[in-house]
């Protein structure tokens, strides 16, 4: 197994749905071809530092796996076909592929991301209580400290 | 890195960025950064101009090259004014 990193470029006026599909289908191929993709990373919408297939903008996704080699062709010649892949690249990262090793970065960024979102439901409870103890006055001003927070976020 | 420090006349030799920061990274998906290492019309900035260490200065062009080929850098661009 080789270690690979593919950005593609997806039509950027198709839906959020639909390019979520595209994403879902080239994933689900790789995992056919008994790949393992160790992470799934999309940009966004980014305007292009030049005019591809008449598209000044494009929505990038970046995979990041390992597979064998046929895979990657198989992959590479349906984006070819697909009308709404408007460029990509893959870029041979190594020789090996360490699965184990890839799981427990995936599963660490997992734990991170659920981390974050715990430290920051905590801390929006904390300062909503704090707001709660210190402006009991208005309703009004009270709607409006929320506001500011939302921003500042 | 371990290397010879040449001196050609007393003037001021640029030193690699890379080599004097590890913990800048050469990636083609990090447009901000090899921009630095290209002219506003998207040339890459020749070695004896850059002062990159031929290691990096290897890598840095591959990477621009990439860049370019996914649209993130410009082969050429165009005038702006």
């Known amino acids: 197994m080789r270690h690979y990193e593919t950005v593609f470029i997806i039509n950027p006026e198709i839906s959020d749905e ?44 970046l995979f990041d796996y390992g597979a064998s080699p046929e895979v990657v062709a198989e992959m590479e010649r349906n984006f070819k076909i697909d009308d709404n892949v408007i460029r990509f ?8 592929y ?42 009004d001003d009270d709607e409006m400290d929320d506001d500011n927070q939302e921003y500042k976020d | ?18 080599c004097a920061d590890s913990s800048l990274a050469i990636d083609y998906k990090d447009p901000r950064t090899l921009r630095y290492f290209t002219t506003e019309r998207g040339k890459i900035i020749p070695r004896r101009t850059s002062g990159c260490c031929a290691k990096h200065q290897r890598e840095l062009t591959e990477a621009i090259k990439r860049a370019r080929a996914i649209a993130l850098m410009p082969f050429a661009a165009a005038i702006s004014s």
Not at chain 1, 32 to 59: C, H, M, P, Q, S
């Open chain 2, 1 to 18: 890195m371990a290397g010879v420090i040449r001196r050609r006349s007393w003037g001021r030799r640029k030193v690699c960025r890379f």
């Open chain 1, 98 to 139: 360490d699965v184990d090793a890839a799981k427990a970065a995936l599963e660490a960024r997992a734990a991170k991301r659920a981390q974050a979102e715990d430290e920051a439901a905590q801390s929006a409870a904390l300062r909503a209580r704090a707001d709660d103890e210190t402006e009991d006055e208005d309703q």
């Open chain 1, 18 to 61: 639909e390019t979520d599909a595209v994403v879902e289908k080239y994933s689900g191929m790789l995992g056919e071809g008994g790949a393992f993709i160790g992470a799934v990373d999309k940009w966004g919408r980014r305007r292009l530092a030049y005019t591809v297939k008449k598209f000044n903008k494009g929505f990038y996704v």
């Open chain 1, 89 to 96: 690249l893959t870029v041979k990262q190594g020789e090996d």
